[in-house]
């Protein structure tokens, strides 16, 4: 039986971190022909459906990735319908349990930790310059081709994230 399975990335706005690493997931999974994993991403600020963040967009393209798509805020739903959450901070680890059932706080992991095996936050290069923007890009795009060559051997699986 093949089962989907769904990771959700959620950064603070969803204009620069959650869904350029969405974006090169989706890359990497396609490369790799793994079709079973569904990738999105949302943020933890309300702020309206805006387009992504175009510094963090131009990084992408230099990189040869397409970054689009509008903003998405979490929901509960959303939230829900995730068997895996990678966040970049953990203060949206924080905002997640706010409104996230407490039987699913064990599907949040910190994208350092499950990508890297390293503590820490991913810094947010919102209103930063070009290098802070590369410079997260980059160790977002490690991470990710970690999380997939990880997947490769092993999909992932619920317990894989407790």
Not at 56 to 64: H, R, Y
């Amino acid at each position: 039986m093949n089962m989907n399975y769904k990771i959700c990335f959620v950064c603070t706005g969803n204009a620069c971190r959650s869904p350029f690493a969405e974006c090169v997931t989706k890359k990497l999974l396609a490369d790799a022909g793994i079709g079973d994993i569904e990738v999105f991403s949302l943020g933890t600020l309300d702020w309206g459906e805006n387009p992504r963040d175009v510094a963090m967009v131009d990084v992408a393209k230099e990189l040869g990735y397409e970054l689009s798509g509008t903003t998405m805020v979490m929901t509960r739903e959303k939230l829900m319908a995730a068997d895996a959450i990678i966040v970049f901070d953990e203060r949206h680890r924080d905002a997640i349990t706010r409104v996230l059932d407490y039987s699913h706080w064990n599907r949040i992991v910190l994208f350092n930790k499950i990508a890297l095996d390293e503590d820490g936050n991913v810094e947010d290069p919102h209103y930063q310059t070009a290098a802070v923007y590369r410079r997260v890009a980059r160790h977002i795009e490690n991470g990710c081709n970690r999380l997939v060559e990880q997947w490769k051997l092993q999909p992932p699986k619920p317990e894989r994230f407790r």
